[in-house]
């Protein structure tokens, strides 16, 4: 080789290498057990996990023009890693059946099925529009919603946007803009509690929604974990630890819905979710549904951090991400078989 294309491939040579450094942290972080990954900052590399596989096969890339080996073997292992963990996504494990599309796409909701249009939102501390929430509810026949980071004055500009000529049936359990979460139904909800998790983080209320003519109970809690920001890791992790405890409850078939301020690739959230919880996204083979930040344009949505999490047996899909003036999560939709 001449000297002169020597010199000419060496940036890309940084370049490769430098984006390995950084594909090799992720692989590393997102592999770390859960007490690790509440260290100080990693649940924020992590949140970001999806996108090292673009890093990955960049550095491959750039590697494979620099004639760099080890580094092209060392980039094509994270971008098979990365890839394999993001794979599921789009696979769906249990397609939704037809019945569910069309039932859902009536003229109007029909609440004795076994299906229903279910949404989640954080208001932002009750700065969100309102009445796009309205909007969305009345355009995609929303059964049950869940919203979080609700305030007193938010409530009631949900009021008067209408809120209860479709889902008439609410229970917050508080609007401060901190711990306030609600939940919305469009047919009347048993066991309504304010907090049905005990947890550290925020209120959080659920109630019990009959399907199939009343044969069927589901519980829908609006959730909202700590986030992980400084001097609150180890509380993140424990709040996540403690919707975790709710596995145990056999008796009960849950549906949680909201900001959980993980994504799939956080260790303390597939331990939240065992052998019995499914993400919708995921289960549901839509691809990704990125709903964080959703404020700070031009810079999209990177993280998907806000879930409906449904429990064994239940089937998903119709997934969407709404965007919601005022916000900075955008609304998470699914269509669900309960049965």
């Not at 950084?22 to 649940?43: G, K, N």
């Not at 959080?204 to 001097?231: C, E, I, L, Q, Y």
């Not at 031009?298 to 003036?325: C, K, N, W, Y």
């Amino acid at each position: 080789m001449s000297p002169l294309r020597r010199v000419a491939r060496r940036p890309l040579t940084w370049l490769s290498v430098l984006l390995l450094v950084f594909s090799l942290l992720s692989v590393i972080a997102r592999s770390l057990p859960a007490d690790w990954q509440a260290l100080p900052y990693v649940p924020m590399v992590i949140s970001t996990t999806p996108w090292f596989a673009l890093v990955a096969l960049l550095s491959l890339l750039c590697a494979l023009i620099a004639r760099r080996r080890v580094v092209a073997l060392l980039a094509a292992a994270c971008a098979i890693i990365e890839i394999w963990w993001q794979a599921p996504f789009f696979l769906p494990l249990s397609p939704l059946p037809q019945r569910a599309v069309e039932a859902v796409a009536a003229a109007s909701a029909n609440t004795a099925d076994g299906y229903a249009r279910v949404m989640t939102c954080n208001v932002y501390k009750g700065r969100a529009d309102a009445k796009a929430i309205v909007e969305a509810v009345r355009d995609q026949r929303v059964e049950v919603l869940a919203l979080q980071e609700t305030t007193d004055d938010f409530v009631q500009r949900l009021n008067d946007a209408g809120i209860e000529r479709y889902l008439p049936y609410a229970h917050v359990a508080s609007s401060d803009g901190v711990f306030g979460n609600g939940v919305w139904s469009a047919t009347p909800m048993d066991g309504v509690v304010d907090d049905e998790v005990n947890s550290i983080a925020s209120f959080m209320p659920a109630g019990t929604v009959r399907f199939n003519d009343g044969k069927t109970r589901v519980r829908f809690v609006s959730v909202h974990t700590t986030s992980p920001v400084t001097g609150y890791w180890a509380y993140w992790k424990r709040s996540l630890d403690e919707l975790g405890r709710l596995r145990s409850r056999n008796e009960t078939t849950y549906v949680f819905m909201g900001d959980f301020n993980a994504t799939w690739d956080h260790a303390s959230f597939r331990e939240f979710l065992g052998d019995r919880f499914q993400d919708a996204t995921r289960l549901s083979g839509h691809g990704f549904t990125f709903t964080w930040p959703a404020d700070r344009a031009p810079i999209p949505e990177f993280a998907g951090i806000d879930h409906i999490v449904l429990d064994r047996g239940m089937r998903s899909g119709q997934m969407q991400v709404l965007p919601i003036t005022g916000s900075d999560h955008a609304a998470l939709l699914a269509t669900i078989a309960v049965n």
